[in-house]
């Protein structure tokens, strides 16, 4: 029996879920500059769901893949109580967006706001009743347009 190796995984879709502040730091990282339209957010009240369709960069590649890659994939946001935005406009639904990060604050009896700040001074904050986050990829990877890694001062 071989034990498995972190190459392993190389290919293999992303499939995570944040349960607590620590996980949401993880998928906070690998969805940070991932770049969507505002036409690609989704907020159903009656199943309390917030759903975002990302064309994520493959941060957990690292360097290893040239030239770099991304991957669409969509980050779930449930038990959502109320989304409220700041820079981000309904009707501007060809307005392109990238993510920064998803913050957690926490509140009373598990509840919490979840901050997800985009480049500009957009924001969506998120009353929650719990964290119940999750990252999927659902599609294979692609060539990023760019051929860059995106990089910050």
Do not use: C
């Not at 036409?39 to 893949?65: C, H, P, S």
């Not at 820079?87 to 998803?102: K, T």
């Not at 700040?117 to 599609?139: H, K, M, P, S, Y």
């Amino acid at each position: 029996m071989v034990d498995a190796r972190f190459e392993d995984g190389f290919e293999a879709p992303l499939a995570l879920a944040a349960a607590d502040a620590e996980d949401v730091k993880i998928l906070s990282a690998l969805a940070q500059d991932a770049v969507l339209t505002v036409a690609d957010i989704k907020y159903t009240r009656a199943k309390r769901q917030l759903v975002l369709l990302l064309n994520r960069f493959r941060w957990e590649n690292g360097a290893r893949v040239s030239p770099p890659e991304r991957v669409r994939s969509l980050l779930i946001v449930d038990d959502a109580l109320s989304v409220a935005a700041q820079g981000i406009s309904p009707q501007a639904r060809d307005v392109v967006l990238s993510l920064l990060s998803v913050e957690w604050q926490a509140g009373e009896d598990g509840m919490g706001r979840l901050t997800l700040t985009f480049a500009g001074d957009g924001a969506l904050a998120l009353e929650v009743e719990a964290i119940n986050l999750a990252l999927r990829d659902v599609t294979r990877p692609y060539q990023a347009p760019s051929g860059k890694t995106p990089s910050h001062p």
